[in-house]
């Protein structure tokens, strides 16, 4: 049921929706999906990027801001916006993870947006720098499917994440393409992607709820390998990730999302068989 405030919502997805009047660089409109839990102090530094970029961009646009039982003042700052800016907040009453809000996120998208249209996920903690959104954008408009703001390609470029840390991820990327190959992935669990919408709504289609299943990080793996199944085309772009902008303590704990990503892949594989 929608809340008594004004675009935010509780369980159902009915709103009027929004749309900002430009000349669009393409017959699209650009969902943007932000993941949020305690994100008060980097939220909104990033809607304000965002909204630069698409200004530059001259794009019609939509940030879904998922709150996901943030106990600080997430919400007040994505209700702060709202009477602004083209603002949608989906919010859990309690913590659920990164799955159920990426899947909450996705699901309100797919039930509004247009077939042509694409949908952009990026951290809400102002790591991820918007200005790639254009580039990102070129690819998908070049017929790429899925494209992944990448540490893994020439020019990307990682500030503030400890070395041991960067270590740790990078073996587990060779372990993912080893086990589980997706042609043109190379980083398997950034958040940073852009999809076009009717891929996820092929996706909602065939897997319903269990589209994204998994509770924690590794439902980025679990993403990538049940579109994998729908013949998506993947691209990646170099990522210029910026922990050191972050304010608060990372969320993730690497290694057990590793191994929980590397349990997925495993039972992915059993059901398929030896062949991937």
Same mark, same amino acid.
């Given at each position: ?13 009915? @709103? ?13 409109? !650009?969902?943007?999906? @932000? ?49 602004? @800016?083209?603002?949608?907040? /989906? ?17 309100? !998208? ?7 249209? /694409? ?41 503030? !994440? ?77 990522? !210029? ?30 059901? @398929?068989?030896?062949?991937?």
């Amino acid at each position: 049921m929608a809340s008594s405030t004004a675009n935010v919502l509780k369980m159902n997805f009915e @709103l009027t929706p929004y749309l900002i009047s430009s000349q669009s660089i393409l017959k699209k409109k !650009v969902w943007i999906v @932000l993941p949020a839990f305690n994100e008060a102090k980097n939220l909104g530094k990033l809607i304000d990027s965002i909204v630069a970029t698409m200004g530059r961009l001259q794009l019609t646009y939509e940030i879904v801001a998922v709150d996901d039982g943030s106990r600080d003042q997430t919400l007040e700052v994505i209700r702060r916006y709202q009477p602004h @800016l083209p603002i949608t907040a /989906v919010v859990h009453s309690t913590n659920q993870g990164l799955g159920a809000t990426m899947r909450d996120g996705f699901y309100y !998208v797919s039930q509004k947006a247009a077939p042509q249209d /694409v949908v952009i996920a990026m951290d809400a903690d102002n790591t991820h720098n918007p200005g790639l959104m254009g580039s990102m954008l070129q690819s998908i408009e070049e017929g790429s499917d899925v494209v992944i703001a990448s540490r893994y390609q020439n020019g990307s470029v990682i500030r503030g !994440v400890p070395s041991f840390r960067q270590w740790l991820s990078l073996m587990a990327s060779y372990l993912f393409r080893i086990c589980f190959p997706v042609t043109g992935v190379k980083d398997y669990t950034c958040g940073y992607r852009a999809y076009r919408v009717d891929l996820i709504q092929s996706a909602f289609k065939k897997y319903g709820d269990s589209f994204i299943n998994q509770n924690g990080f590794e439902c980025m793996v679990d993403i990538l390998i049940k579109l994998r199944k729908l013949e998506a085309i993947f691209r990646e772009v170099p990522l !210029v990730l910026r922990y050191d902008l972050k304010e608060g303590e990372s969320k993730m704990r690497v290694a057990r999302t590793i191994f929980r990503s590397l349990t997925l892949i495993a039972k992915h594989r059993l059901k @398929l068989g030896v062949a991937v």
